[in-house]
């Protein structure tokens, strides 16, 4: 069984900072692509950023130069720092990760999802 555990949500003013992190675990052979997500209430869940296993990285316009994805990967881990927040960024953040188990099948996992909060 192969679980993601976020961490990091919060409450913060327009202006700072949040720093999530997603850990894998179980019985994991390897990891593909990971990523963050967000839903916002009434909208549909949007791709936020991505890194692939060897440290590539994509960005949705709307917080280029702003979000930073990196991952460790001895941890089985995915961060996010999110900078300059903005009230618009309020959401639910997921993370989620394209996982080989040790019997080499390849799914997609998802994390419970953390709440970010930013108030004007």
């Known amino acids: 069984q192969v679980q993601l555990v976020e961490s990091g949500g919060g409450l913060v003013q327009a202006g700072g900072s949040l720093r999530l992190s997603c850990a894998a675990s179980?019985?994991?052979?390897?990891?593909?692509?990971m990523g963050w997500y967000r839903q916002a209430p009434g909208k549909q869940r949007e791709l936020v950023a991505v890194?692939?296993?060897?440290?590539?990285?994509g960005y949705a316009d709307s917080v280029k130069g702003r979000f930073t994805i990196s991952r460790d990967n001895a941890k089985n881990t995915v961060y996010v720092q999110m900078n300059s927040l903005k009230p618009e960024d309020t959401a639910i953040y997921y993370c989620?990760?394209?996982?080989?188990?040790?019997?080499?099948?390849?799914?997609?996992?998802w994390g419970q999802g953390t709440q970010v909060t930013v108030s004007s």
């Open positions: 989620n990760a394209d996982i080989f188990d040790r019997n080499m099948r390849l799914n997609t996992y």
């Open positions: 890194i692939t296993n060897s440290g590539r990285t």
């Open positions: 179980g019985s994991i052979l390897g990891i593909n692509a």
